[in-house]
Structures are given as structure tokens and as C-alpha cells.
């Protein structure tokens, strides 16, 4: 089946540790984001990647970092320079649907708990 | 910055009821899009606007893009039990230089009560 898969679903962190959370795409698309969600926020863009090699910082990038070495995967790393790092982390791809929209699909998420 | 704005943040109908969110835009928007988004789940796309005025249906849901490109609603008929989930709407970002980077309001959590 064609999708994103985003792991772990759940991690743990210690407060001054980094944490990488994997996002993985076999549906061939150019263009990934990763989103954090906190309650009543709605999703906010931390980065994004057009190309192989290539990302660009989103609204609130401060405390992250990624990497984009092959076009199937967009990893996020959460450093301990986030201060507030506790909330979902949603990956996504983007493609067109028959329509003519330009529709991201997401991945499950990974929730990450900082204690 | 661009803001968009959604309202009511939650609602609680009783299944049957109809249900509506508006989303508001602090600038104009080339196209808004709705996304769902299930308890415990992620967001899936519904639907994009594009035209003023644009109306698109979905069997009970009703889509509605404002004359001036910065309003939309969603409409739901006779909710029912699967309706539950978070409403999001989103427009492409201001100065975005990627069809994918978006500004999401803060969603609409819609509960039905059988």
C-alpha cells in the first residue's frame, strides 16, 4: 500500500536529549513537511522540502533540524534547544488529486512526551 | 502574519442536528482547503475552493468559499455518528513558495450525541 509511515507512534524524551522521528513515503512525491499540532492549534509548519536535498525553514523551525538525502525519507530532529517540544508531530506529502487540488497526505503522527 | 480563524472551536450536536464552522482569513486566499480529522487520527483532505462564490457539495457536507476569498464554511446535514473529528480549513501561506505550506486554523472538534 502507498503511503507515508511515520515512527515511533509514541516516544518519551528526557529534557535536554534530541530525539529524531522518522517519516518515510513510497508514493514517489517531491515535496514533505512536517506539521506539529498542539491542542487548539490547529498545525503549524516546522519545515519543508521540495527536493532531494533541499528544505526550507517554516513558521516555527527554532529548535528543529532535518535532513533530506533521499527522496523517500524527511527525518525531524527535535533538539533540547526546543523549549516547548511536548506535542504531535504530523509528517506529509504533497500530490494532486483528479480535481486539479494540491492535497497533503499525512502520516499517522509520533507524539512525543517530554518529561 | 496571515491569520485564519475558526469558529466555534467546539460544537456538541445531537446526532440528526446540522452543523456549521466558519473559517476567516486575514488576507485574501487563492484557494482554502478543508481537512478531517478523526479522534486519535490524522488529517485527511475533504475538499479545495478555488473560485468566489464557489459552492461544492459532498453528499451531506456543503462547502462554501466567500465572494471576497476570505470566508468559508462547511455544512453538515442531519449529522450522524461518523461525523465526529476535528475540521480543519487551511490556505496556502502568505509569500509560500510551496503548494504544500499552509495556514491552518485552529479546527472546528465536532461531537455527536446518538
Known amino acids: 500500500d502507498g503511503g507515508i509511515t511515520q515512527s515511533p507512534k509514541y516516544l518519551f524524551r528526557k529534557e535536554g536529549q534530541n530525539v529524531t522521528l522518522s517519516c518515510e513515503q513510497n508514493?514517489?512525491?517531491?515535496?514533505m513537511y512536517w506539521y506539529r499540532q498542539d491542542p487548539g492549534q490547529g498545525l503549524r509548519l516546522i519545515y519543508y522540502s521540495q527536493i532531494v536535498n533541499d528544505f526550507q525553514k517554516g513558521d516555527i523551525a527554532e529548535g528543529y533540524s532535518v535532513s533530506r538525502e533521499k527522496k523517500e525519507s524527511f527525518p525531524l530532529t527535535v533538539t533540547s534547544a526546543q523549549k516547548n517540544p511536548t506535542a504531535f508531530y504530523l509528517c506529509a506529502s504533497l500530490s494532486g488529486d483528479t480535481s486539479g487540488a494540491n492535497v497533503l497526505t499525512f502520516g499517522a503522527g509520533s507524539r512525543l512526551t517530554v518529561l | 502574519g496571515q491569520q485564519v480563524m475558526q469558529i466555534p472551536q467546539y460544537q456538541h450536536v445531537q446526532e440528526g442536528e446540522d452543523f456549521t464552522t466558519y473559517c476567516n482569513s486575514s488576507?485574501?486566499?487563492?484557494?482554502i482547503q478543508w481537512y478531517k480529522q478523526r479522534p486519535g487520527g490524522h488529517p485527511v483532505f475533504l475538499i479545495q475552493l478555488v473560485k468566489s462564490g464557489e459552492v461544492k457539495k459532498q453528499k451531506r457536507l456543503t462547502f462554501q468559499f466567500g465572494e471576497a476569498k476570505k470566508n468559508s464554511s462547511l455544512h453538515i446535514t442531519a449529522t450522524q455518528t461518523t461525523d465526529v473529528g476535528t475540521y480543519f480549513c487551511?490556505?496556502?501561506?502568505?509569500?509560500?513558495?510551496?503548494?504544500?505550506?499552509?495556514?491552518f486554523g485552529q479546527g472546528t472538534i465536532l461531537t455527536v450525541h446518538p
Open positions: 488576507t485574501t486566499l487563492s484557494n
Open positions: 508514493l514517489n512525491h517531491d515535496a
Open positions: 487551511a490556505g496556502p501561506s502568505a509569500g509560500g513558495t510551496s503548494y504544500g505550506k499552509l495556514t
